[in-house]
């Protein structure tokens, strides 16, 4: 059976990235095989930010869109096509200032687009992306994972079932700057178990 991967990476940096490091190896473990394809997403290297042209764009019927609302629209189409595509998402959230890195949260409001991931009901909003799972890589340098101060996890999980994923799985690396050795190997432990 099949099983596309999105692989999300939202770190600044790249050489010494505890998140990329771990979301790769998670992915690793489903292994890259011929059933397994893997689709890459590096939002740190520039995702665009929602502005007047693209919400005037969402919001024109697409029958009734320009060339220009085309295009303010290119690459949240190409974005919203690789979840559709995906069965499983990886996503690696490192904490940035208690939230989430701001590449991370401009792929977000590229994503959430009505008609597209999501609908509004006479009971609100439902997310048309199910059938999904998603594993969120999270790390930290001193920000305990699901605390007070943590507004990055509930955030994400939050966003994903919005768009109709809700089979969300948590790995966190948290407090890295005082348990470091100790946090990676319990995650590489939960990799193991995840693949077996």
Known sequence: MKNTILEVNASARH???VSRQLVSELVQSFGETTATQIIRRDVASGIAIVNDDWIAASQTPKEARTKQHVSALD???ALIEEIRQADTLVI??????????????????????AGETFSYTENGPVGLLYGKRAYLIIT???VVSGSDLDFATNYMKHVLGFIGIHDVEIIAADRLMFESEEKISAVRKTIQSIAA
Do not use: H, T
């Open 92 to 113: 690696g959230v490192p904490i940035y200032n208690f939230g989430i890195p701001a590449s991370l949260k401009a792929w977000i409001d590229q994503i959430c687009r």
């Open 140 to 142: 930290s340098g001193g």
């Open 75 to 77: 690459m949240s189409d």
């Open 15 to 17: 050489e010494g990235s």
